[in-house]
């Protein structure tokens, strides 16, 4: 497998998120792309839209990314890992850690100087956001995603 955070691979995941980002109860609101992973916030009303959403996603970006690559077969090792968040503190922490994943991951490699600039590949990048096409996240439409995260400091 590539690096995620390559341009080529990195282009086949946002074409995915746009296309994926709004469906049936589920709403991509944030996400962070590693090397060999990504960790998303996502919106949904019901576990079975969770699941169909994740499921969609999922689907979405492993052929894009199969046809990057020149490969077939699957893209993801595992199901994926989910945390219900329930409090303005949890949100905050996860927000927090979503989108500074990957200066965690610079220092674990030793790369201090990364931490201070904004990750070019999460939703919260200029880049991002106001690139060309569509756009790869949705605006939250929860209490806790909206603005009760704000309440925990």
Known sequence: M?????????SAIATAFAGGRERDGFRLIHFSVQGNHLHLVVEALDAECLSR???????????RLNRVMG??????ADRY??????SPSEVARALAYVLGNFAVHARRRGDW?????????CSVSVEVQLGPGPPLISEPRTWLLCSGWRMAG
């Not at 490969?71 to 993801?76: C, D, E, K, N, T």
């Not at 100087?113 to 590949?121: A, F, L, Q, R």
Request: one cysteine or more; proline letters at 2%; glycine letters at 10%.
């Open 53 to 63: 959403g994740m499921q969609g996603l999922t689907i979405r970006i492993a052929k």
């Open 2 to 10: 590539w690096n995620l955070r390559s341009r080529r691979c990195f």
């Open 113 to 121: 100087s990364v931490g201070v600039e904004i990750d070019p590949y």
């Open 71 to 76: 490969r077939r077969g699957a893209v993801f």
């Open 81 to 86: 890992h989910e945390h219900v968040l329930r």
